[in-house]
């Protein structure tokens, strides 16, 4: 395949990992269209290969080395296309990545992105492997952190973005937990909370964008820890429960979520902003990781499960009605079973709408690699994580079938996994007569899966809950 003009450049981004990831893709994906190139979807169309990282698991490293190592043969034969690794595991092994996969012409951190444009076209000019990653946090001060590790806002393109109906919007940057366990602060850089008249602007542009297209908005506000977010500006703090109302009447508007939330965070301001603002969804995301005290300790979550269970009674208390979710890691470093089997009581207490569960990986460069062995055995983490999920999943599919024969409201997102059927009914609104299996959600984020045309696409609508099948929710459209 020849090389493109620079007017017909084309880019491909694999994308791994958390909504973070997920919006930086596109935030790049913005940056590279405004430099001239055009996005597509298979990558051996691209001029330019990215692959965007996580390194939050060893897994998702794993699989990026493995898919660098299949394109070697492809820079052999094509070696005009630029190769590029972008994200936390960039900023994460740096240099490495060049003597892993000598073919890689880019290496470049999550702060750096905003240079992505020059940088590809740099390589692509011939100027050798470029290294692009912020100084580690220990190598100066917080505020030289702060400077090191910058921001990146560019314009929001809606041909950049999956869906004209839900959008991202970063509310802030890095994280100053540093959780045992976790390698987001080394590679996100220290906390920074964005202005809010900025936060507006975005979500305001985002809303003209959906009216345009005809289309109900959902905003979720991303954060490492969203719930500690805090801008101090000259007449006083604003903190998330003051953002959300400043968003709330936004016209073209329709939903307003956040994730994640700190347990620490969880303010009754906050609570008080969610049960009065109709457009804030009831839905928590509040990360527990175990339901053990020492093993919280160890993790240095800076919280007790006697304070994690107060914060949910609080929310129960103030938002009658609310789902809460949360993230479990098993086979934390010296997790004994009686510590696991208090996760586990956790959980039958707490009946978590879903929870995520994870086997806990060693991640070099945190505080738990330094001081703790990796002492459970993989099959003890294997199944504690299986009764685990089956305990989630028994108690998912005991709250969705409180909904049966209920009407909810849901948002139309997008043709379902199941996949599509033709319409017997006889209902020609659809290209070509067929109906699409559809997926949505509700406010609380519970996924419904019903038939319909795809005009339904990014719409709000009342569906009866008619079947529950284990984890899955089946709708019809009420008229």
């Known amino acids: 395949m020849p090389p493109h003009d620079n007017m017909t450049k084309r880019f491909y981004i694999e994308t791994v990992g958390c909504q973070m990831n997920v919006l930086d893709s596109e935030l790049v994906a913005s940056g590279l269209i405004s430099a001239g190139y055009r996005q597509v979807s298979r990558s051996r169309e691209a001029d330019v290969v990215l692959f965007n990282t996580c390194s939050v698991r060893q897994h998702a490293e794993d699989k990026i080395y493995s898919a660098l190592g299949r394109l070697k043969n492809v820079k052999d034969h094509y070696p005009h296309k630029v190769f590029a690794v972008i994200g936390c595991m960039a900023q994460k092994d740096g240099a490495l990545i060049f003597r892993r996969a000598p073919h890689v012409d880019l290496v470049v951190g999550p702060s750096q992105l905003g240079r992505l444009p020059e940088l590809v076209d740099l390589a692509a000019a011939g100027g050798g492997p470029q290294l692009e990653i912020s100084l580690d946090r220990s190598q100066g001060s917080h505020l030289d952190a702060k400077r090191n590790f910058t921001p990146f806002n560019p314009e929001r393109l809606l041909e950049a973005r999956p869906a004209a109906h839900q959008a991202m919007v970063r509310i802030m940057f890095g994280c100053d937990m540093f959780c045992t366990y976790c390698i987001v602060p080394s590679v996100r850089g220290p906390e920074q909370s964005r202005p809010p008249e900025e936060i507006e602007a975005e979500v305001r542009q985002l809303a003209r964008q959906a009216i345009r297209q005809g289309v109900c908005l959902e905003v979720t506000l991303l954060g490492q820890t969203v719930n500690s977010y805090r801008y101090h500006a000259p007449n006083g703090t604003v903190h998330l429960a003051d953002l959300l109302y400043r968003l709330h009447d936004i016209e073209g508007l329709s939903r307003l979520k956040y994730v994640s939330n700190c347990p620490k965070f969880i303010t009754q301001p906050l609570l008080r902003a969610v049960a009065e603002l109709p457009k804030v969804t009831p839905y928590f995301h509040v990360p527990a990781q175990s339901g053990s005290n020492s093993v919280l300790h160890r993790m240095k979550r800076n919280y007790t499960v006697e304070q994690y269970r107060e914060m949910l009674d609080r929310i129960n208390s103030t938002v009658p009605g609310a789902a809460v979710t949360s993230d479990f890691i098993v086979g934390f470093c010296g997790e004994t079973e009686e510590e696991f089997q208090d996760t586990m009581r956790l959980v039958r207490e707490a009946r978590f709408k879903n929870s995520f569960i994870f086997k806990y990986s060693t991640r070099p460069g945190t505080k738990a690699a330094e001081l703790y062995e990796d002492d459970v055995p993989y099959k003890v983490k294997q199944r504690r ?87 899955t929710l089946f709708g019809e459209r009420e008229v």
């Open 385 to 471: 994580n299986n009764e685990l999920l089956a305990l989630q999943n028994e108690i998912t599919e005991e709250l969705n079938s409180r909904l049966l024969r209920q009407t909810v409201e849901i948002l139309v997102e997008g043709p379902s996994k199941v996949g599509a059927k033709q319409d017997t009914s006889g209902d020609k609104s659809d290209n070509n007569g067929s109906v699409t299996q559809l997926g949505g959600r509700t406010v609380c984020d519970r996924i419904v899966v019903l038939d319909g045309p795809r005009s339904l696409i990014g719409q709000i609508i009342p569906v009866k809950i008619v079947q529950s099948c284990g984890l």
